[in-house]
């Protein structure tokens, strides 16, 4: 079993910050890429963030400048501090790994269960 769990989100004033925490645990044998997911009411799940194992990271063009992906691998972690918090951050967040499980040879997308963050005016 592999689980990813999320933390820290919340309700945030706009031009405020949060920062997301992202745990993956369980039978992992290899972690590759790691990114944000987020999915507003009424809209697709898009991309904010995503991190190689190497550390190489990119953006969406709406958060570049103000979200900073990173990542622990050590402790198989993944972050997302988000700066200059705007409305329509307002979305659920979901964390994303692609991961092998011990005792298998595939790769696959695991997710979250999502955190959700509320930008006030």
């Known amino acids: 079993q592999v689980q990813l769990v999320e933390s820290g989100g919340g309700l945030v004033q706009s031009g405020g910050s949060l920062r997301l925490s992202c745990a993956a645990s369980?039978?992992?044998?290899?972690?590759?890429?790691m990114g944000w997911y987020r999915q507003a009411p009424g809209k697709q799940r898009e991309l904010v963030a995503a991190?190689?194992?190497?550390?190489?990271?990119n953006y969406a063009d709406s958060v570049k400048g103000r979200f900073t992906i990173s990542r622990d691998n050590a402790k198989n972690m993944v972050y997302l501090q988000m700066n200059s918090l705007k409305l329509e951050d307002t979305a659920v967040y979901y964390c994303?790994?692609?991961?092998?499980?011990?005792?298998?040879?595939?790769?696959?997308?695991?997710w979250g269960q999502g955190t959700q963050v509320t930008v006030s005016s």
């Open positions: 991190i190689t194992s190497g550390n190489s990271a």
């Open positions: 369980g039978n992992i044998r290899r972690i590759n890429g």
């Open positions: 994303n790994g692609r991961m092998a499980v011990l005792g298998t040879a595939g790769m696959r997308d695991y």
